[in-house]
Every structure is written in structure tokens, then in C-alpha cells.
């Protein structure tokens, strides 16, 4: 990450109960199968 020229970066672990969220829909498995979420992290970019 210091290459690419970041200050400032997180590792996620990606185990089983990761899942990714984006635009409204879960892209990385079926809703019927994610855990329930107890930590998240959001990232929250202003629309053009």
C-alpha cells in the first residue's frame, strides 16, 4: 500500500463472514447465507 502512495490502509481478514455490500445489493454471496453483521466498516464517497 505504501507503493500505491497511501497514508493511511486496512487489512481485512476475508473469512467466511465477510461479505461485500455495495449499491444496494450483496455482491458476494446470496442474501439467505450472510451472517448477520455485528462490526462493519463504511466507506462513503460524495455522487458527482
Do not use: E
Amino acid at each position: 500500500m505504501q507503493k500505491l502512495g497511501c497514508v493511511n490502509a486496512l487489512n481485512l481478514d476475508g473469512g467466511s463472514s465477510t461479505s461485500l455490500y455495495l449499491g444496494g445489493q450483496l455482491l458476494d454471496r446470496s442474501p439467505n447465507t450472510a451472517a448477520s453483521v455485528h462490526n462493519g466498516i463504511g466507506i462513503f464517497l460524495p455522487r458527482p
